[in-house]
Nanobody, 124 residues
Framework: QVQLVESGGGLVQAGGSLRLSCAAS????????MGWFRQAPGKEREFVAT????????YYADSVKGRFTISKDNAKNTVYLQMNTLKPEDTAVYYC?????????????????WGQGTQVTVSS
């Protein structure tokens, strides 16, 4: 089992920044794909960013490319999502996810473990 706990969400004005953290514990192994997803009210969960645990490969949704950065700290078993130039349409609950497999995946079905989510609200 892998436990994921997100933090760092909050209320920010448009143009501002937030950094989300995802602390992983339990049976964490190298080579697992890690991802960030988000879900706005009334909408389906959508892909935001993914990376291999090695950090070599990273992939972003077009809507956040150039504004968001996924990264990790191996020593802390933590994955981050740095979000800059935030827009009101970025408002959503953000979820961290871990796959049992290596690679970069944008489909939620490829992930086996999920955190509880953290709310991000961007005001205009």
């Amino acid at each position: 089992q892998v436990q994921l706990v997100e933090s760092g969400g909050g209320l920010v004005q448009a143009g501002g920044s937030l950094r989300l953290s995802c602390a992983a514990s339990g049976r964490t192994f190298s080579n697992r794909a890690m991802g960030w997803f988000r879900q706005a009210p009334g909408k389906e969960r959508e892909f935001v960013a993914t990376m291999t645990w090695s950090g070599i490969n990273r992939y972003y949704a077009d809507s956040v490319k150039g504004r968001f950065t996924i990264s990790k700290d191996n020593a802390k078993n933590t994955v981050y999502l740095q979000m800059n130039t935030l827009k009101p349409e970025d408002t959503a609950v953000y979820y961290c996810a871990s796959s049992l497999y290596s690679g970069t995946y944008s489909n939620p079905s490829e992930y086996n473990y999920w955190g509880q989510g953290t709310q991000v609200t961007v005001s205009s």
